[in-house]
């Protein structure tokens, strides 16, 4: 009885991601681009809705298998943990080109609904 137990632990899935964990080292990285941003060398309104887009991404991605997070805790950490600069260049070319990708799908997602679903000139209300 103890050792099925055991097993079923073993084999459950973590209760929190670890900071290896992909989505989590994407969030990061797009929280550490945006903290270095000031009002002095703020980008552009599109800039920073593109990047708010990226951090929600992978915030939705880790909260749907981790709800109730300490995101605050876990991201402070793995950002000041030593070397991180240097997983950080790697984490943000990786997390763009994720980003890139998935943009690129939404993009021709939204040209085949154009397409597929009939649009009416009539505004609700």
């Given at each position: 009885?103890?050792a099925?137990?055991v097993?079923?632990?073993?084999?459950?899935?973590?209760?929190s991601?670890a900071?290896?964990d992909?989505?989590?080292?994407?969030?990061?990285a797009v929280?550490?681009?945006?903290?270095?941003?000031?009002?002095?060398?703020?980008?552009?309104?599109?800039?920073?809705?593109?990047?708010t887009?990226?951090?929600?991404?992978?915030l939705?991605?880790v909260d749907?298998?981790?709800p109730?997070?300490?995101?605050?805790?876990?991201?402070g950490?793995?950002?000041?943990?030593?070397?991180?600069?240097k997983?950080?260049?790697l984490?943000?070319?990786?997390?763009?080109?994720?980003?890139e990708?998935?943009?690129?799908?939404?993009?021709?997602?939204?040209e085949?609904?154009?397409?597929?679903?009939?649009?009416t000139?009539?505004?609700?209300?």
């Open positions: 009885m103890i099925a137990v097993a079923l632990l073993v084999a459950a899935p973590s209760l991601p900071a290896d992909p989505d989590l080292r994407c969030l990061a929280s550490a681009v945006l903290g270095t941003m000031s009002d002095s060398n703020a980008p552009d309104d599109e800039a920073i809705a593109g990047l887009g990226i951090f929600m991404y992978y939705g991605r749907a298998r981790h109730g997070f300490d995101y605050a805790g876990t991201l950490s793995l950002m000041n943990a030593p070397g991180y600069e997983r950080l260049a984490d943000l070319k990786r997390c763009g080109g994720e980003a990708a998935r943009g690129r799908m939404l993009k021709d997602l939204g085949e609904l154009k397409t597929s679903v009939p649009l000139t009539a505004k609700p209300g």
